[in-house]
């Protein structure tokens, strides 16, 4: 079965950086695009970024763009996710999803999700 | 960017009534050479991941109830739960996946009365 874990998470100082990870299993890692989502305290979804199944498209959500950086690695069946010049609102839950196919489609299964805190 | 709107913020359902919760993309999501609508519906429960219920506007996921279902097209869409059970108690969130950044609804609180 498809499992998405998730690591990484923890208390980080303004304008520090972090990496989060998230091992995949249970499907074929290199034919499917993925995805990290962020949910902050009480709020709601916020889509941050997708790499296609092959790794040559990146997107960004406009909040993370130019600080985030997206990649895979294909060996280690591996999402990570580089947060540089983190900010307070950066503060979330940060969920690892599979996209249902390569391109930039609707992801079918998500992590438990790993908590990052951004504080002084 | 796409901006969607979801209508109520939050809808108190009696356990067996309807319950009825609307999304509203800032531009069409139609996209014209498959004729299929880049809209998806997720539920997420407290301290849970969301799950994903609908996809292509109306086509259920597998494993999820046939009471849950999806409609519209364009820019105007609906997911509608026929008889409200007491697990169906979470937000429900509208994904538009026709254009990067892929951008969620607010969320819409689903309780019980």
């Known amino acids: 079965q498809v499992q998405l874990v998730e690591s990484g998470g923890g208390v980080v100082q303004p304008g520090r950086s972090l990496t989060l990870s998230c091992e995949a299993s249970?499907?074929?890692?290199?034919?499917?695009?993925m995805i990290w989502v962020r949910q902050a305290p009480g709020k709601g979804l916020d889509w941050v970024a997708l790499?296609?199944?092959?790794?040559?498209?990146?997107f960004y959500g406009n909040s993370v763009e130019g600080r985030f950086t997206i990649s895979r690695d294909y060996s280690k069946n591996t999402l990570y996710l580089q947060m540089n010049s983190l900010r307070p609102e950066d503060t979330a839950v940060y969920y690892c999803?599979?996209?249902?196919?390569?391109?930039?489609?609707?992801?079918?299964?998500w992590g438990q999700g790993t908590l990052v805190t951004v504080s002084s | 960017d796409i901006v969607m709107t979801q209508s109520p913020d939050s809808l108190a359902v009696s356990l067996g009534e309807r319950a009825t919760i609307n999304c509203k993309s800032s531009?069409?999501?139609?996209?014209?050479?498959?004729?299929?609508?880049?809209l998806a519906w997720y539920q997420q429960r407290p301290g849970q991941p969301p799950n994903l219920l609908i996809y292509?506007?109306?086509t259920r996921e597998s494993g999820v109830p046939d009471r849950f279902s999806g409609s519209g097209s364009g820019t105007d869409f609906t997911l509608t739960i026929s008889s409200l059970q007491a697990e169906d108690v979470a937000v429900y969130y509208c994904?538009?996946?026709?254009?990067?950044?892929?951008?969620f609804g607010q969320g819409t609180k689903l309780e019980i009365k």
């Open positions: 531009q069409s999501v139609l996209y014209s050479s498959n004729s299929k609508n880049y």
């Open positions: 790499i296609s199944d092959d790794g040559s498209r990146k």
């Open positions: 249970g499907f074929t890692f290199s034919r499917h695009a």
């Open positions: 292509w506007a109306s």
């Open positions: 999803a599979k996209s249902v196919y390569g391109g930039s489609l609707f992801a079918d299964y």
């Open positions: 994904l538009q996946y026709y254009s990067t950044p892929h951008t």
